[in-house]
């Protein structure tokens, strides 16, 4: 008899110890192992480090178009004398009650016959219709099978029906932009002939396209005229959207009008008059607002004058400003060409850059830029970001960035009394990777920085976070497409073209783990709002024309979720000593079902160890029940009707140290924790050399 099979035939009674293993530290790519603390990650992918401690399956994604979410349907079921057929895509309706619905599942056997998008109540005993002709009766109101998963299935089943009706933004090639403003999400997508920007809303019924105005320069106006006025010149009329002075004081202000609606013919030179006692001279005709296709949207949502608007660049066209129904080009005079490549609102100000150059708008107006307006001159490079800072009533800060180094715009008032001093010249930011999660984060070529402010020292220090996936950081360092704060999550996450991202759990300044996670749809343009009711939302687009809710439902828009993760070895603090595994239990959190599989690796995978060969499928239930009868002992238990329960595999093998495998892919799961891992074990003699 071997060695082995002597260690493996030891009867239980033998000492057991068990190893609790907390998962925790996230994907550690750089450090060595002998230095990791178990629990760090050697390898994952759909998972998150939860702030709560743990590592959590990521949350999937759904389409949007304002349509009821896919994530938010419901089903129903009854049992039915099926005499006839009944199939999925059905609309069956009840010949008593006149209840409907449409059916996503039916069980031939049980009679069980599943729908959603229901109308009123079905009746015992009355027949089911379908297509106006009997199908069936009746047995039962309710109806179900037997499994831990009917739940989680038929969800999953309304889901893929309610994804059906939404649609894309309608246009050509990829998403361009997306914005949440009072409530609404809009999306910039180029017209279907690639022409022109086309900015579309939600609805309940899907996009709405919000039109763009005419636009008309004028003279000689004085304070009277107003927005929402009717202007009018002779017998053309036509009304004022938006008024956007640009020099002088009345009765000489000069500017230009955003206008809708006008009826009667062309305008041209000469008077005009407004509601309410406004006159100006117009300098000639109104021309359309066009803006041209292609741009790389980014956006700021804040106060300047006297409401929070939104105001964008694109890079493409000159800068705008828009409240959801009026689109309203910004005009910087002396700046050629006049297309900024970032925007931001600080102390009342509008901050546009054109590449070195920072141009500040004058106080409280984002179309005056001559009179009171100022401009400031970076030491060195082109903008790739510009963020606010935490300040005060009496003082301002915002972060500039560029590539290489970062700047920071101090005051408040007058432009004049602005200041841009040098931060860093050793750090700066990418392009659209700058984000405030109670410190300043962004990634740069190192890495992913933190600029946070110093009591200490009254300035800023800075210190990279993501050294233990460096190789990682490094390869995508110049693909970001965007980044986003998930508050609910205390995350900052980036992301990249090539459809990876890096979900960055950061609690009181500390980091608790960067995880790499891949969508199938690139996120080109990413924003975070909030819902009615101020739940946290964000919303991406993609180069197939959707845009999607992030955070929402059990899958990626239908497709399923892949996870996996590899813990770094662990030793049960005995180096040099043999041990041998004998169950492996997971601490599991979640709300609904869930599985996984679950394997070990002993001794670095060793081939001159027995290893585990293959997986073994863990399930929980997490709903109301009670404790089940145990399954066979080969791993296969299940435990439910608590949020948080163990899940106990068999192992039979032996090694000095330990590695914990977990996979699994599903489109019906919600989100789940692993918390930790309990590694029960025998120890064994020295290990030889």
């Known amino acids: 008899?071997?060695?082995?099979?002597?260690?493996?035939?030891?009867?239980?009674?033998?000492?057991?110890?068990?190893?609790?293993?907390?998962?925790?530290?996230?994907?550690?790519?750089?450090?060595?192992?002998?230095?990791?603390?178990?629990?760090?990650?050697?390898?994952?992918?759909?998972?998150?480090?939860?702030?709560?401690?743990?590592?959590?399956?990521i949350k999937g994604y759904e389409r949007f178009d304002g349509r009821p979410n896919p994530s938010d349907g419901l089903y129903s079921a009854i049992t039915v004398n099926i005499t006839g057929t009944i199939a999925v895509g059905n609309t069956i309706t009840g010949g008593t009650s006149g209840a409907t619905g449409k059916?996503?599942?039916?069980?031939?056997?049980?009679?069980?016959?599943?729908?959603?998008?229901?109308?009123?109540?079905f009746v015992l005993t009355e027949t089911v219709l379908v297509a106006a002709v009997s199908q069936g009766t009746v047995t039962d109101t309710g109806g179900s099978e037997a499994t831990d998963d009917f739940d989680a299935r038929m969800l999953n089943a309304a889901a893929d029906d309610y994804r059906a009706d939404i649609l894309v933004v309608p246009g050509s090639g990829q998403m361009r932009g997306v914005v949440r403003h009072n409530n609404v999400t809009y999306a910039f997508r180029n017209n279907?002939?690639?022409?022109?920007?086309?900015?579309?809303?939600?609805?309940?019924?899907?996009?709405v396209l919000v039109p763009f105005g005419e636009i008309v320069s004028f003279t000689a106006g004085n304070s009277s005229v107003n927005d929402a006025d009717v202007l009018t010149q002779g017998a053309v009329t036509a009304t004022i959207s938006r008024v956007m002075v640009e020099s002088g004081t009345s009765p000489n202000l000069v500017?230009?009008?955003?206008?809708?609606?006008?009826?009667?013919?062309?305008?041209?030179?000469?008077?005009?008059?407004?509601?309410?006692g406004g006159a100006l001279t117009l300098s000639g005709a109104q021309a359309a607002i066009a803006p041209l296709p292609s741009g790389d949207y980014e956006f700021d949502i804040e106060t300047v004058g006297s409401q929070k608007r939104v105001y964008g660049v694109d890079q493409v066209n000159s800068a705008f400003e828009f409240d959801g129904t009026t689109y309203a080009p910004i005009r910087v005079s002396g700046a050629s060409p006049d297309i900024p490549n970032r925007v931001l609102v600080q102390?009342?100000?509008?901050?546009?850059?054109?590449?070195?150059?920072?141009?500040?708008s004058s106080l409280g107006t984002p179309f005056m830029w001559s009179a009171n307006g100022g401009a400031l001159l970076l030491a060195s490079g082109t903008v790739t970001a510009m963020s606010r800072l935490p300040g005060s009533q009496t003082a301002a800060a915002a972060a500039v960035c560029t590539d290489d180094d970062t700047q920071i715009l101090y005051g408040i008032g007058a432009a004049s009394a602005l200041q841009l001093i040098s931060f860093s010249d050793a750090s700066g930011a990418k392009a659209k990777t700058l984000q405030r999660l109670g410190g300043l984060f962004g990634l740069d070529d190192l890495g992913v920085t933190n600029l946070e402010t110093s009591q200490n020292y009254g300035n800023f220090a800075s210190s990279v976070l993501t050294q233990h996936i460096s190789r990682f950081m490094r390869a995508r360092r110049n693909l970001a497409t965007g980044s986003v704060v998930v508050r609910d999550k205390n995350q900052y996450r980036v992301f990249f073209s090539d459809g990876y991202a890096v979900y960055m759990t950061i609690v009181n300044g500390k980091l608790l783990g960067a995880m790499p996670v891949q969508?199938?749809?690139?996120?080109?343009?990413?924003?975070?709002?909030?819902?009615?009711?101020?739940?946290?939302?964000?919303?991406?687009?993609?180069?197939?024309?959707?845009?999607?809710?992030?955070?929402?439902?059990?899958?990626?828009?239908?497709?399923?979720?892949?996870?996996?993760?590899?813990?770094?070895?662990?030793?049960?603090?005995?180096?040099?000593?043999?041990?041998?595994?004998?169950?492996?239990?997971?601490?599991?959190?979640?709300?609904?079902?869930?599985?996984?599989?679950?394997?070990?690796?002993?001794?670095?995978?060793?081939?001159?160890?027995?290893?585990?060969?293959v997986d073994v499928p863990v399930a929980n239930a997490f709903s109301p029940g009670l404790?089940?009868?145990?399954?066979?002992?080969?791993?296969?238990?299940?435990?439910?009707?608590?949020?948080?329960?163990?899940?106990?595999?068999?192992?039979?093998?032996?090694?000095?140290?330990?590695?914990?495998?977990?996979?699994?892919?599903?489109?019906?799961?919600?989100?789940?924790?692993?918390?930790?891992?309990?590694?029960?074990y025998s120890l064994r003699g020295r290990k030889r050399s």
């Open 1 to 57: 008899m071997s060695r082995r099979d002597i260690i493996n035939s030891l009867p239980d009674s033998v000492e057991q110890t068990p190893d609790y293993i907390l998962m925790s530290g996230g994907l550690d790519l750089e450090t060595p192992v002998s230095r990791l603390k178990p629990g760090v990650l050697r390898e994952t992918f759909g998972f998150e480090a939860a702030i709560t401690g743990g590592y959590s399956r």
């Open 103 to 121: 059916v996503i599942y039916v069980n031939l056997t049980l009679g069980l016959v599943v729908f959603t998008k229901a109308t009123g109540a």
């Open 192 to 207: 279907a002939g690639n022409t022109a920007i086309a900015i579309y809303k939600h609805s309940s019924s899907g996009w």
């Open 255 to 276: 500017g230009r009008l955003v206008i809708t609606g006008r009826a009667g013919g062309n305008f041209a030179a000469g008077a005009a008059t407004s509601t309410g």
């Open 347 to 360: 102390a009342g100000h509008l901050v546009l850059t054109y590449l070195d150059n920072v141009q500040i």
């Open 519 to 613: 969508f199938p749809n690139v996120v080109r343009c990413v924003f975070r709002g909030e819902t009615p009711n101020t739940n946290e939302t964000v919303f991406f687009g993609s180069d197939d024309g959707y845009i999607y809710r992030l955070e929402a439902g059990t899958s990626f828009d239908g497709a399923a979720i892949d996870f996996s993760f590899t813990t770094v070895p662990a030793y049960q603090r005995r180096l040099r000593r043999d041990k041998h595994y004998r169950r492996l239990t997971f601490e599991v959190a979640g709300t609904n079902y869930c599985s996984f599989n679950a394997a070990v690796d002993l001794d670095f995978s060793s081939t001159d160890r027995a290893q585990q060969d």
């Open 627 to 680: 404790w089940d009868n145990n399954l066979d002992y080969d791993g296969n238990l299940i435990w439910d009707g608590v949020t948080l329960t163990p899940s106990t595999i068999r192992i039979d093998g032996s090694g000095e140290n330990i590695a914990i495998r977990v996979a699994g892919s599903s489109d019906i799961m919600d989100q789940f924790t692993i918390n930790a891992a309990i590694v029960t």
